[in-house]
Structures are given as C-alpha cells and as structure tokens.
T-cell receptor, first 109, second 113 residues
Framework: GQNIDQPTEMTATEGAIVQINCTYQ??????LFWYQQHAGEAPTFLSY??LDGLEEKGRFSSFLSRSKGYSYLLLKELQMKDSASYLC??????????WGAGTKLIIKP | IAGITQAPTSQILAAGRRMTLRCTQD?????MYWYRQDLGLGLRLIHY???????GKGEVPDGYSVSRANTDDFPLTLASAVPSQTSVYFC????????????FGPGTRLTVL
C-alpha cells in the first residue's frame, strides 16, 4: 500500500530552527510537495522536490532523498505565524497526490 | 472572482438528503480535484478531472459524484448523505502539467446528522 509518515506534532521556540521529516512508500514517484495549512484554512503550497538535494526558498528549505524515500522541511528563524500544520504529499505513478496526515507545529515565545 | 471559490462555507444536513458542493475557479486550470480532510488523516482524493468533459475516481469515491461541463466549474454531489460523510471538503485546481502545485479553495465544512 501507499504510505506517508510524518510526526503528529512538534514544538519549537520562536527564532529557532525546526526540521519536519517525511518518509514515504508509494507506487511510483513523480515529485514531493510540502504545504502549509493554518487552522481552519486551506493548504497553501510551500515547495516541490523531484530531484535529490536541497531546495531553498527564503526561511524555508526542503530536502529529498529518493533512494531513502525521505524528505524534510527546514524552517529557520521561526516566527509565531509559522504555527500551522505542514503537509507532505507525494505524486504517485498515476500523477495523483498521496498526502500525509500533517505535522502540527507549535511555536512558543 | 480571484482564484478558486467554494460554496457553501458550511452546511448541516440531515442523513438521506441530497447535497451539491460548488467549486469555481477563474485561473483557466485544466485539472480540478475534490478532497475530504478528516482529523488525524491526510487529505483523501474523492474525484478528479484532468480536463473539461472528463472525470476520474480517487481513493474514496463511493457515495459521491462529479461533473465537469466546463473548465471553471466542478460540483461535487452527495446523492444520499450519511454521517460518515461529515468532513471538511476542499476543491483544488492545477494547470495539469507535471510538477505544478495545486491551488485550494477555502473549504466547505459539512455535518451530516
């Protein structure tokens, strides 16, 4: 079966760095996405990885290792507004997104 | 309209009633999707459409139907609602080209009693 695993919840301090991990087992691989979802709102796109390595975009970076079925999202200089759920999703061989349950990130002052 | 909209925002529905959730986008995206999001579970694909006039079944299609008469609209119908269909429903769209992100509507919170 297809499976995306992420930690359920993480806590970090304002100004610090946090790494959210995602491991996946899917039928085929055509890219990995990270989305941010604030409570009561819709998911919004953060990053896309299809090749191994690190993609940096401002305070957010995303890493992919296809051989290990592993990705992480790195958030630097955490701000209170970063408190949200972070969703990992893999595009499978049918070009459909398979979603993890999300990681709720709590930022403390 | 800017982006993707959904209606209604929320709805309480008696079991057995028919309900259509509306979704409209003005980005001329080819592909559209319906997901449900339940606590502790990831987004699950209900139905999708790669282009106007075509639809396909996702992971959890039972009890739902869709149509795609034109590029902009992608309504989701529950023919006879059941309590297990209580969920938050998100519509999304994308250009349909490989590698492009999906843009989500604000969601519809549906409660079936």
């Amino acid at each position: 079966g297809q499976n995306i695993d992420q930690p359920t919840e993480m806590t970090a301090t304002e100004g610090a760095i946090v790494q959210i991990n995602c491991t996946y087992q899917t039928s085929g691989f055509n890219g990995l996405f990270w989305y941010q979802q604030h409570a009561g709102e819709a998911p919004t796109f953060l990053s896309y990885n299809v090749l191994d390595g690190l993609e940096e975009k401002g305070r957010f970076s995303s890493f992919l290792s296809r051989s290990k079925g592993y990705s992480y999202l790195l958030l630097k200089e955490l701000q209170m507004k970063d408190s949200a759920s972070y969703l990992c999703a893999v595009r499978d061989s049918n070009y459909q997104l398979i979603w993890g349950a999300g990681t709720k990130l709590i930022i403390k002052p | 309209i800017a982006g993707i909209t959904q209606a209604p925002t929320s709805q309480i529905l008696a079991a057995g009633r028919r309900m259509t959730l509306r979704c409209t986008q003005d980005m001329r995206h080819n592909a559209m999707y319906w997901y449900r999001q339940d606590l502790g579970l990831g987004l699950r694909l209900i139905h999708y459409s790669n282009t106007a006039g075509t639809t396909g079944k996702g992971e959890v299609p039972d009890g739902y139907s869709v149509s795609r008469a034109n590029t902009d609209d992608f309504p989701l119908t529950l023919a006879s609602a059941v309590p297990s269909q209580t969920s938050v429903y998100f519509c999304a769209s994308s250009t349909g080209d490989g590698g492009n992100e999906q843009f989500f509507g604000p969601g519809t919170r549906l409660t079936v009693l």
